[in-house]
């Protein structure tokens, strides 16, 4: 496991880039398929890693809890390297209740990642949703635990998703991300 924290070209305001992605439902997504919410939280995130582990609870809370967010897991790990990050392991995630985000994709090519410049698992971009267009609106952290046994004191997403919402821009400065590196080919 290496430690990396989230650095990303994507400034505030900038366009999501576009992806065509299946989901462990069997359906395959786009962008597009979130025009009818008002956020986007796009996290590329893994099975194994701790760091992402550790966040499973919250992101699940943050899909369940705002009806406008669309809170979409992207998987870009290499799976021959790390089985559990496998699209099997990944739909039992979902089926299991592990994972509830609204959807959970798998990016195999791992071209996503690249044109998000994502470099850690979790590495979460929020985007608002801007007459039809997704801008990114936060890029930082989930929460302030920082390691994997740690309790969060700050829940800095769900303080952006508020932000969003309630259509102000984000009042946090971007703070990276904390977590494994992901599995390049």
């Known amino acids: 496991m290496t430690l990396e924290q989230s650095e990303s070209e994507l400034r505030r305001g900038d366009e999501a880039p576009d992806f065509e992605l299946p989901g462990t439902d069997g359906e395959t997504y786009t962008l597009d398929s979130f025009a009818d919410y008002d956020a986007l939280l796009v996290v590329f995130t893994c099975n194994h890693c701790p760091y992402a582990k550790a966040k ?3 992101l699940n809370y943050l899909a369940e809890t705002y009806d406008n967010l669309a809170v979409v897991g992207i ?6 390297y790390k089985p559990e990050d ?4 990944m739909r039992e995630y979902v089926d299991d209740g592990t994972v509830s985000y609204d959807v959970y994709l798998r990016d195999e090519s791992q071209d996503v990642a690249r044109a998000y410049d994502a470099v850690c698992t979790p590495d979460p971009f929020l985007f608002r949703n801007d007459d039809g267009s997704f801008r990114l609106a936060y890029h930082g952290r989930i929460d302030d635990a920082m390691d994997p046994d740690s309790e969060p004191a700050e829940y800095e997403m769900r303080e952006a998703v508020e932000d969003v919402l309630a259509g102000e821009d984000v009042s946090l400065p971007d703070r990276p991300s904390r977590g494994c590196s ?3 080919k």
Do not use: L
């Open 56 to 58: 499973f609870d919250e």
């Open 75 to 80: 998987n870009p790990n290499d799976a021959e």
């Open 86 to 89: 496998s699209f099997e392991k």
């Open 182 to 184: 992901i599995k390049w």
